[in-house]
Structures are given as C-alpha cells and as structure tokens.
C-alpha cells in the first residue's frame, strides 16, 4: 500500500513541477514569460525535489531492510 501511495504522489510532484512553470509563466506574462517560467520551473523542483529525497530515503531503507531479513542468522 505504502508503494502505491509513493507512485502516486510521485506522479503528482511531477505534475506540480509542471503546473509552477505554467504559473510562472502566466505570472509574468509580458515582457518577461520566460524569466517567470524559468523562476517558477525552479520553484517546483525545489518543492517537488523534497518529496523525491523523502521517496528515495525510504525505498533505501527499505532496501536495507529487505537485504537483513534474507541475511542468515548465525
């Protein structure tokens, strides 16, 4: 469940990577469009980029913790 959860809120902090530079954009509409789509490009990878460092932190440690499991006891 939790990975299915992760999958779709991944997908949604994509989309928000999308949607800041279209508001960006338009924000700045005039004379500096691009400077604004720039701008809000970056916004939303900093915003978006912290869930992906939570995303990989987790499925790390979820890794880890698979490999223990199978290690033997001994």
């Keep these: 469940m939790k990975d ?3 999958t779709v809120v991944n997908f949604f902090a994509w989309a928000g ?3 800041a530079t279209v508001v960006g954009y338009f924000a700045m509409k005039g004379n500096y469009e691009y400077i604004g789509a720039l701008i809000g490009f970056a ?3 900093l915003g ?3 869930w992906f460092v939570l995303s990989a932190i987790h499925q790390n440690i979820q890794t880890i913790r698979d ?3 199978k290690q033997p006891q001994g």
């Design 17 to 19: 990577i999308v949607v």
């Design 48 to 50: 978006s980029g912290v």
């Design 4 to 6: 299915i959860v992760i």
């Design 43 to 45: 916004v939303g990878c």
């Design 67 to 69: 490999i223990a499991i």
